[in-house]
């Protein structure tokens, strides 16, 4: 069981990097927490894939945010 999670985590991470490039704004902070919440659950690795994904999501967010407040040239 653990070696599918695993397989799966590693997937989704691999997919995420290929189509969003080498950035990784959120990501590892996000990667950090998730990963210990996960640990504790008993799911570091798919906690860690979750995180990573959560982060990227909230930096993006955070990005789109600061852009429209700037006014445009």
Known sequence: MKAILFGAALT??????????????????GAVVGG???H???HGVLG?????A???HQANKRDRQENQAQPAR
Do not use: F, M, N, Y
């Not at 989704?12 to 902070?29: D, P, Q």
């Not at 860690?48 to 990573?52: Q, S």
């Open 12 to 29: 989704v991470a691999g997919l995420s990097l290929a189509t969003t490039g080498a950035e990784a704004k959120g990501c590892i902070k």
């Open 36 to 38: 210990l919440a996960g």
């Open 40 to 42: 504790v659950a008993g």
């Open 48 to 52: 860690a894939a979750a995180g990573c």
């Open 54 to 56: 959560v982060g990227r």
